[in-house]
């Protein structure tokens, strides 16, 4: 006798964890601090304008559960000179009480993750150390 097939409803897969607002302020905080006392001093120490696209800023952006750290671009091309957009190059989600998943937005626009169920400090050590997860 043949199976019948039957319609279920699944469970959308990556939801996110919810952090309360005061969690959320921690990581956004520690986020922050990371961006201002790591990664400008070692990969923004200066803005250098060149003819062609050049950092102007790195910051952080939190929506959604997930931190993203983002390069703030501005053009010296000729035809669109001074317009800027922003870059992601990595991100954490938050999937647990202090637990995070680690990614990384690839050549193709799509994000890839590389880390899985590491703790807010580990992450930011993970973000300091592993060079595919450094700015441009």
Known sequence: MAK???????????????ADE?????????????IRDVLKPRFLPEIRPTEWNYVIDIRGSWAAGRYRF???????????R???????FARIDRVGPDQFDIYWMRHTGKWWRLYAGKTLV???????????????
């Open 22 to 34: 005061r969690e959320k302020q921690a990581i956004v905080a520690a986020c922050e601090t990371f």
């Open 70 to 80: 983002i390069q703030r671009y501005r053009s010296g091309m000729e035809h669109n």
């Open 4 to 18: 019948r097939k039957q319609w279920v409803i699944a469970p959308r897969a990556g939801r996110l964890a919810g």
């Open 122 to 136: 580990e992450a930011l050590r993970i973000l300091e150390t592993d060079g595919i997860l450094h700015p441009v």
């Open 82 to 88: 001074g317009e800027e957009f922003n870059a992601a």
